[in-house]
């Protein structure tokens, strides 16, 4: 009896040390984004217009994300327009936000063709060289993959066309 157990012991030991450890959660958009040094400005923003809650529950989503050097780079009349206006800065806001999964690679296949974003407004897609670009923004680190979708960090905020 004692050599059937320490067998079954030995055996049950055995599995638990081959079987692979359960995979960590997935992080969301909104948690790559919140754990980001550069991106405290967009978090705030999208914190502020309830864009944050979005990201973060349920669907898949694309955030093109400025850093915090590029919204200090808006220009005045952009940053008129949106101060002290909730809708056109929520508006703003949500051109940054795509809803589904878009990879670099996928916005290689879409160049010459635009990208619409949670605002209506629609960006086009452009490549040059190595280097893509959505409304004019460069993407700098692209593909930063969350569980519910990728995020692309971009040189400068998106800004309708007028």
């Known amino acids: ?14 599995i638990a040390a081959v079987r692979p450890a359960p995979a960590e959660e997935p992080k969301t958009v909104a948690d ?12 705030e923003a999208l914190t502020e217009t309830r864009l944050f809650d979005t990201i973060k529950d349920g669907g898949e989503w694309t955030v093109f994300a400025p850093t915090d050097a590029a919204f200090k780079g808006l ?13 056109a800065f929520k508006k703003f806001m949500q051109g940054h936000v795509v809803k589904g999964k878009l990879s670099s690679a996928d916005l290689v296949e879409r160049a010459g063709k635009e990208v619409e974003t949670l605002s209506g407004v629609k960006f086009k897609v452009t490549v040059e060289g190595k280097n893509v670009f959505v409304g004019g923004a460069k993407l700098t680190k692209p593909d930063v ?14 800004v309708p066309p007028k």
């Open 1 to 14: 009896m004692k050599g059937k157990l320490l067998v079954g012991l030995s055996l049950a030991i055995l």
């Open 75 to 87: 220009d005045e009349a952009t940053d008129k327009k949106n101060a002290g206006n909730k809708a």
């Open 32 to 43: 790559v984004l919140a754990a980001s040094k550069e991106h405290k400005i967009l978090v």
């Open 145 to 158: 993959k969350a569980g519910n979708g990728i995020v692309h960090v971009v040189d400068s905020a998106l």
